[in-house]
């Protein structure tokens, strides 16, 4: 037997062992074998221009999509504020899936409840579930604020959330006074990033203007303040924490609104923080004085930002600032706006990241990259390429839409490295893995989910984005600011020599360049 | 001590040096390597000049008697591609302790000899002399005749202290060696009329490899290389070769000569950086080897092979030559020969801006000047503050160098290219010609250098802001103190008349000429005639463009 009491091995080894590949093997004979010829005929065919057409044919199936549902965004919004329990109404095997991947990405306890809709619900509607599950959830949990989002099947069935949380109130499942703002998230909308815009909307919408109608709406009287959205974001603990170290330094009065950066990250010291952090419900209602709102990714707050707007602030956006030249525009609209000067400490990070630029963009210069995630994620890595002088050969983002296409080809169009890159709006990662093969690049930028392209058409993946399953604690550090364009260099940077010295590692073959000083 | 002092000595009165031929006996006698000056920055000492000549050596191993710093320091620093063994890449240190200085290492020497010995059971060790042992007396030659005999290998002392003198010294110092130790003391299995020897070549990023098929298809054997990828069998047996070429001449000259001297191997000094320079070389190769008795048609095919090469080569360069016309470039380097990458930066379009000479010879020079003509920029040696202001001063787009000077380069925000030992690329031959001038189009394209030269965006609002404030500034954004400040300033001082009166008389006149302004004018045109073509050759005022 493989497998002892003495020493027990787990599944990388355990199955190898002679019984279970003999297992295996036997197994495969009652299995309706393939011709292992025509298996590998049609595994090189997958590879082919001929394919890709197809693969590119494709209008109905997507395969290996690179996006998530709204509620995930939702959820992600909520646990930002202050004791906030997400709450989303619908059937509870969404919500374990938003609590698994999160948890799975993060490394941390991810709290969110669900209003359990069965079938007879579907049919009846959820307003019995949602006057209970408030109910419930308030008298367990005892959050500060309940955060409604909805999975599909509330909102097929056309569920009101406005009336239905006017309807438990007044059954008393919360308090009156008791903050429930609420966001519709229908997953058939969109992705986690309108998901995130919706439900942040929703609390502020909930704040400002009136708590839907059981409060006088707020009147704004303009302060010094400015706002900070970060956006869906899967470093947003490290980036956060880089934001308010930055605004700190310049010495800015900021509200980070939907800050997660330490429910995330909550301590081991024996104690469980159910929530940890957050916007208190206080600045929430009072982020309506500020001076401007800044939302570090324009894809994420598409409706959210014209709502402030409307509220008689300045709002800018950006797009996942990466690197020199975007920390530098976010950097000179925080001056801007502020009315401080950028100080001397700032300078000198600007400085050191150059510095590293020049030391090592000789690696990095002229190599090819293909990138997938978020829209916003995807355009600042791949400007923060182009200032590399690498290129963004393909560019995809599954929830990536057309004016987000536009914009990336002005991207292109505005750096001499990117004259031959090619931007995928609305593709999964089965037409990466196509593209991956008849049109190669040196390296893949992406999510967990990119290993499998990595291991079938051998382009090293380098991981950013969410979700990040297989590689522990990296959202810890930031990607935004002069800081974090550093991190993305060495990250890039550490791919590339690691592929270096795979490529001439071979004992006697090629080890005559496996140098020590690359 | 007093034989490393006379082999010193023989070193300075080098024959075979063209700088040291062209000495004054008493300079001579000074020895050719400056005084190094202390306190000022400093190169390798001689320890390291031995230890990387004969580093490239693949299958021997390279022991070091001293204490951690001198190999602690050093080892595997210098990608030497080998075509066999790996050994060369394994450290071997004696780690001399505290008791080992106060009682001796050089039984500690013999005991690492023997291990080494034990354990790997290489053709050969080369043991190399640091300033510790030598300081307190430890006679490596000794231990070394000694450990030959007792374990019946070659166990070769390299006896090169730092503290002898330069980098360049110790360089020679391993030749030495290789002369009186290794050399000659082999027979080959066989020889051929087309045996050569490449000496001062090091196989770095396995640059002699890009050579060597057009050697192999010529019938030319290299018998062996000192010491790039070099087996100590090849070396041992290298007296048989018919001809030799010195490609880095600094480095080894005198290995070529005293080869010459006591076996009659003829050589040439050449060069394999640069289309041009592998040409010649090839085509000496050919002659030398003919002029020994190789049958006269190697001459013939020689030029063939040559022919089609550098078609290819210039067949690939040309698309870059629009891209690199113009370009300003310049050239510090130490060990590769400065004038063959000058003459191979001038075949792809540069221009060379300036060179370093700091270790040519003065026949080096005389090429140099020949390429790049008499006023050519030569540096003798170069601080890095003059260095940087150079760059800064925009006198070049682009500095090649060794990877020193990379830092200062960055600091200058100038695109910059290594062409010295640490480099990643292979830039010999026809092919490596080619890839050197990718490199540098690669290099002044990257768009990092523009990002190095930008300021801080906020830096260049601020210094817009203070323009704003400025007198200038003012009289650009107000017409009427711009009309008083043209009334103000005189141009023709002996008939006072004023700018304004000049300037409008040019614009309603449309006037072209001094004498056309002294025709409308008061003004004399005499000593105010320059001040008078200066506001000919400006635009028109401000304000006057404003009225238009």
Redesign the interface.
């Known amino acids: 037997m493989a497998q002892s009491a003495e020493h027990v091995l787990d599944h990388l080894e355990l199955f190898r062992g002679p019984e279970y590949q003999q297992m295996l093997a036997d197994k495969k004979l009652f299995e309706n074998p393939r011709d292992p010829a025509e298996v590998e005929r049609i595994k090189q065919w997958t590879k082919t221009p001929e394919y890709r057409e197809k693969n590119f044919a494709r209008e109905a199936l997507t395969v290996n999509p690179a996006k998530a549902c709204q509620p995930l965004g939702a959820v992600f919004v909520s646990v930002g504020f202050e004791g906030t329990l997400p709450f989303v109404h619908g059937s509870q095997g969404c919500v374990a899936y938003y609590r698994s991947h999160l948890s799975r990405h993060f490394k941390e306890p991810s709290s969110c409840v669900s209003s359990s809709m069965t079938e007879d619900a579907a049919v009846f509607g959820g307003l019995n579930n949602m006057i209970d599950g408030l109910a419930n959830s308030y008298n367990m949990y005892k959050p500060k604020m309940i955060a409604v989002s909805t999975t599909c099947m509330a909102e097929v069935i056309g569920d009101d959330l406005n009336a239905f949380i006017k309807t438990s109130k007044e059954k008393g499942s919360v308090p009156a006074e008791f903050d429930v703002p609420f966001a519709h998230t229908p997953a058939f909308v969109g992705s986690h990033v309108t998901g995130y815009d919706n439900a942040l909307k929703g609390i502020l919408e909930h704040f400002w203007d009136g708590k839907a109608g059981t409060a006088p709406k707020l009147e704004r009287k303009p302060n010094e303040a400015i706002n900070i959205i970060g956006g869906f974001d899967g470093n947003t603990v490290g980036n956060l924490r880089e934001i308010k170290r930055i605004l700190a330094l310049m010495g800015i009065k900021h509200t980070i609104l939907a800050d997660n950066s330490e429910v995330f990250d909550t301590p081991t010291d024996g104690e469980f923080r159910m929530y940890d952090g957050g916007t208190t419900l206080e600045d929430a209602a009072n982020a309506i004085h500020a001076k401007a709102t800044i939302s570090m990714q324009q894809w994420c707050t598409e409706k959210t930002l014209p709502f402030v707007s409307e509220h008689g602030q300045d709002v800018v956006s950006f797009n996942y600032p990466v690197g020199?030249?975007a920390t530098?525009?976010f950097?000179?609209a925080l001056?801007r706006i502020s009315g401080k000067?950028?100080p001397e400490e700032l300078?000198r990070e600007?400085g050191r990241l150059?510095?590293a630029?020049?030391?090592s963009?000789?690696h990095i210069?002229?190599k090819k990259f293909a990138i997938y995630g978020d829209p916003d994620l995807c355009y600042g890595l791949a400007a923060f390429l182009?200032?590399?002088?690498a290129e963004p050969t393909h560019v995809l983002s599954t929830n990536g839409n057309k004016a987000w296409q536009e914009k990336m080809q002005a991207l292109f169009a505005s750096?001499?490295?990117g004259q031959a890159c090619q931007v995928y709006p609305g593709r999964d990662l089965w037409h990466m893995r196509s593209l991956l093969f008849t049109e190669p690049v040196d390296f893949l930028i992406g999510n967990t989910h990119g290993k499998y392209l990595e291991r079938d058409t051998g382009t090293p993946l380098i991981r950013i984005g969410f979700p990040i399953f297989d590689r522990h604690h990296h959202h810890r550090s930031p990607v935004w600011g002069y800081q974090g364009g550093l991190n993305v260099l060495v990250k890039i940077l550490d791919k590339i020599f690691d592929e270096i010295d795979k490529k001439t590692n071979v004992?006697?073959k090629t080890?005559?360049?496996f140098?020590?000083?690359? | 001590m007093s034989s490393l002092a006379a082999t010193v000595k023989d070193i300075f009165s080098e024959p075979g040096c063209a700088k040291n031929g062209s000495k004054s006996e008493a300079e001579r006698k000074k020895g050719c390597t400056k005084q190094l000056q202390p306190g000022s920055a400093a190169g390798g000492c001689a320890f390291d000049g031995a230890k990387i000549a004969l580093q490239p050596f693949t299958d021997v191993a390279h022991l070091v008697h001293g204490p951690i710093a001198c190999e602690g320091n050093s080892w595997d620093n210098r990608g030497a591609a080998s075509s066999g063994s790996s050994l060369w890449r394994t450290a071997f240190t004696t780690d001399m302790s505290e008791t080992d200085i106060v009682f001796g290492g050089e039984k500690r020497l013999c005991k690492a000899i023997k291990e080494i010995i034990d354990k790997h059971d290489p053709p050969a060790i080369f043991v190399y002399q640091t300033c510790i042992p030598a300081m307190i007396g430890d006679d490596i030659n000794a231990v070394c005749k000694a450990a030959s005999q007792r374990f019946g290998k070659p166990v070769i002392p390299i006896n090169s202290p730092g503290f002898v003198g330069s980098k360049n010294l110790g360089n020679k110092l391993a030749g030495e060696a290789l002369l009186d130790y290794v050399i000659g003391t082999q027979e080959p299995d066989y020889a051929t009329p087309y045996d050569v020897n490449l000496i001062g070549e090091f196989n770095l990023s396995g640059e002699l490899w890009q050579v060597k098929p057009l050697f192999e298809e010529l019938g030319i054997r290299i018998l062996s290389c000192i010491s790039g990828d070099a087996k100590y069998r090849e070396v041992a047996s290298s007296h048989r070769a018919r001809a030799a070429m010195l490609v880095c001449s600094k480095a080894m000259v005198n290995v070529a000569r005293k080869m010459e001297e006591r076996y009659g191997i003829p050589f040439f000094e050449g060069s394999f950086y640069g289309i041009q320079d592998s040409s010649d070389s090839l085509r000496q190769i050919a002659r030398l080897l003919v002029e020994r008795g190789a049958p006269q048609e190697l001459l013939e095919r020689t030029e063939a092979v040559i022919a089609r090469e550098e078609a290819r080569a210039w067949a690939a360069i040309e698309p870059y030559k629009p891209r690199l016309k113009g370009k300003k470039a310049l050239l510090i380097t130490g060990g590769v020969k400065s004038w063959s990458v000058v003459a191979a930066l001038q075949e792809a379009g540069l221009e060379m801006v300036g060179t370093s000479v700091k270790k040519s010879t003065r026949q080096d020079k005389e090429r140099i000047k020949l390429l790049m003509g008499q006023d050519a920029h030569m540096i003798e040696d170069m601080t890095p503050r003059e260095m940087y202001r150079m760059l800064k001063d925009a006198k070049a787009d682009i500095m090649l160098s060794g990877g020193k000077s990379q830092f200062v380069a960055l600091k200058a925000a100038m695109p910059w290219l290594d062409v010295n030992q640490e480099r990643c690329h292979a830039y010999m031959g026809y092919v490596g010609m080619v890839k050197l001038v990718e490199e540098i189009d690669k290099s002044l394209s990257n768009p990092m250098w523009e990002q190095l030269r930008r300021p801080a965006p906020w830096e260049a609002l601020a210094k817009a802001m203070m323009q704003m404030q400025s007198p200038v500034a003012a009289i650009a954004h107000d017409p009427a103190l711009a009309e008083a400040a043209r009334r103000a300033r005189k141009i023709c001082f002996c008939n006072t008349v004023d700018l304004g009166t000049i300037e409008d008389a040019i614009y309603t006149h449309d006037l072209r000429s001094v004498e056309a302004v002294r025709d409308h004018t008061n003004a004399v045109g005499g000593c105010c005639r320059r001040r008078i073509e200066d506001v000919l050759a400006s635009s028109p005022p401000a304000g006057l463009q404003a009225a238009e």
């Open positions: 020199v030249s530098d525009e950097l000179v001056s000067e950028v300078a600007r150059v510095d630029i020049a030391d963009s000789a210069h002229g182009l200032e590399l002088g750096s001499p490295f004992l006697g080890d005559y360049s140098d020590i000083i690359r």
